[in-house]
RNA sequence: AGAGAGAUGGCAGAGUGGUCGAUUGCGUCGGUCUUGAAAACCGAAGACUGUUACAGGUCCGGGGGUUCGAAUCCCUCUCUCUCUGCCA
């Protein structure tokens, strides 16, 4: 959510930011927000005058009762009658104003950095950095979908009885890499200086506004109504709300923290081409990190994320690619997102597996995330921290990467990182 | 799931209608003392809103009500704890 104070003293910043984002009717929503503003602190000012004298009264009142003067009492009590009125009237159009703000307020999307490229979709996304050699796979070589079967890893159709489509069964190695990569990916992330969490993945709907899923994406997320819990569409939920109404102490900063947890998704109208095997599903594993940071400190700290998730995929020997996603193609609540994608042999195209963003205020205001920070100019002043995070990794992807990048006419080999971590080298 | 109890400042824990934004203890920060530290003593310290700055206003789980006046009384919701039951 951005801030009212900013919009109100950069108005322009924010209608070129919006514009960018690809936002219809920035300027109309802007100027209500603007209006609705001015509305709230004229109520406020007015209704905080009418209670100040309300409280002189009422301790006019309460003298004059200790001194036994009833008579008195009873006249200025007769006086209230009018300033009790007021307010009343004054609270409820005030908490119409800003019930109507707030719902206004969220619809805006976060503001982009400076770098964010112009452009409305994935065609305009920025190539920053390649890495790896394309793969010359042997004739005859497969998909995915196809070695799954193959080799018996994954079994889609035992799935599909279970739960249905997207919820894969992962047998005999097929599992145990899956297992193998959760604990390369911890343990990496811990050597990275990342502290390990569990969350839980069902969150409540505060969680689900913490972080920006809600309002407006309840449609992508399972939701148990009994219970009114979401099932989590990644670990940065239930992980960045960790944070949701805390202050922290400067001495703390940065947080660096990393979980995994299954990542539960409808994918709701986004079936299509491109989706068959492990591409889309409805849950996958993923491994997530989290960070907060001081304002001054968070761009650095999202290049060192990106360089982080780089180096995984390097030691994982995957070909990929970083993207600076474009104002059209970035999600609503970030300010700068990159893109990491691996090659994908066989299907002959980028996946996605990573996705590293820096949200800055907007979260961290939904969140009431704060901290007081001393710049050495004055008193310490409380300001919102800047919130990040990353993939590092999503598995199914991955996976799909290896079965198809590093197949062989017979078997298929394991990247030598994880073998220590399967027990085996190959699956033939 | 049933019965009961409770929700107050970083934590613990008072406060049951009138200077209560809130006693006190612990913790935190600053100072005195000390070579340094501890102890002791003295002092400071909540958040939001708002103003150029003051002032003012709001916040004792959330919402609503009674009253001139609510942390305190009433209604309601949510959550937590204890016991019983069930169960990894």
């Known amino acids: 959510m951005l801030q009212l104070s900013f919009i109100r003293e950069n108005k322009e910043t924010t209608l070129a930011g919006l514009r960018k984002k690809h936002f219809a009717n920035a300027e109309t929503v802007v100027d209500q927000l603007i209006t609705l503003d001015q509305q709230r602190r004229d109520t406020q000012s007015e209704l905080d005058n009418v209670l100040a004298q309300s409280n002189i009264r009422a301790g006019q009142i309460g003298a004059l009762m200790k001194a036994g003067d009833k008579t008195a009492a009873d006249a200025a009590k007769a006086e209230t009658a009018e300033l009790k009125a007021r307010s009343k009237e004054?609270?409820?159009?005030?908490?119409?104003?800003?019930?109507?703000?707030?719902?206004?307020?969220?619809?805006?999307?976060?503001?982009?950095?400076?770098?964010?490229?112009?452009?409305?979709?994935?065609?305009?996304?920025?190539?920053?950095?390649?890495?790896?050699?394309?793969?010359?796979?042997?004739?005859?070589?497969?998909?995915?979908?196809?070695?799954?079967?193959?080799?018996?890893?994954?079994d889609f159709k035992l799935g599909v009885k279970i739960s249905g489509a997207g919820f894969p069964v992962y047998k005999g190695k097929g599992a145990r890499i899956q297992r193998a990569m959760i604990n390369f990916f911890l343990d990496e992330a811990l050597k990275a200086g990342f502290m390990e969490v569990q969350p839980p993945?069902?969150?409540?709907?505060?969680?689900?506004?913490?972080?920006?899923?809600?309002?407006?994406?309840?449609?992508?997320?399972?939701?148990?109504?009994?219970?009114?819990?979401?099932?989590?569409?990644?670990?940065?939920?239930?992980?960045?709300n960790i944070y949701r109404d805390v202050i922290l102490p400067e001495n703390q900063l940065p947080i660096k923290n990393v979980g995994y947890t299954p990542c539960f998704r409808r994918e709701a109208g986004s079936w299509g081409a491109h989706v068959r095997g492990l591409n889309r599903l409805h849950q996958f594993d993923k491994v997530e990190i989290v960070r907060i940071e001081k304002p001054e400190n968070s761009y650095a700290a999202l290049e060192e994320m990106s360089q982080y998730v780089q180096s995984l995929l390097q030691k994982l020997e995957l070909p990929y690619r970083v993207l600076r996603?474009?104002?059209?193609?970035?999600?609503?609540?970030?300010?700068?997102?990159?893109?990491?994608?691996?090659?994908?042999?066989?299907?002959?195209?980028?996946?996605?597996?990573?996705?590293?963003?820096?949200?800055?205020?907007?979260?961290?205001?939904?969140?009431?995330?704060?901290?007081?920070?001393?710049?050495?100019?004055?008193?310490?002043k409380m300001q919102l921290l800047h919130t990040l995070n990353g993939s590092a990794l999503a598995l199914p992807r991955i996976l799909a990467s290896i079965l198809e990048n590093n197949q062989t006419p017979d078997g298929i080999n394991i990247p030598a990182v994880l073998v220590p971590y399967c027990g085996f080298d190959r699956i033939d």
């Not at 969680?207 to 099932?231: I, V």
Request: proline content about 6%; charged content about 25%; hydrophobic content about 35%.
């Open 325 to 380: 996603l474009c104002g059209g193609d970035m999600g609503f609540t970030s300010a700068l997102t990159y893109d990491m994608e691996v090659w994908s042999a066989a299907q002959e195209r980028w996946l996605e597996v990573s996705s590293v963003s820096n949200f800055e205020t907007y979260q961290a205001n939904r969140l009431k995330l704060r901290s007081k920070l001393d710049r050495g100019d004055g008193p310490a």
């Open 201 to 240: 993945i069902l969150i409540n709907e505060e969680s689900g506004f913490g972080t920006g899923q809600l309002p407006d994406k309840e449609g992508q997320m399972y939701f148990a109504t009994e219970d009114k819990l979401y099932l989590i569409p990644t670990a940065e939920v239930p992980i960045t």
């Open 90 to 154: 004054l609270g409820d159009a005030l908490r119409q104003i800003e019930t109507d703000l707030q719902a206004l307020l969220v619809t805006l999307p976060n503001l982009p950095h400076s770098s964010v490229p112009e452009g409305r979709a994935a065609d305009d996304n920025e190539v920053i950095a390649e890495h790896g050699t394309i793969p010359t796979l042997h004739t005859n070589a497969q998909p995915h979908w196809e070695l799954i079967e193959k080799y018996d890893i994954i």
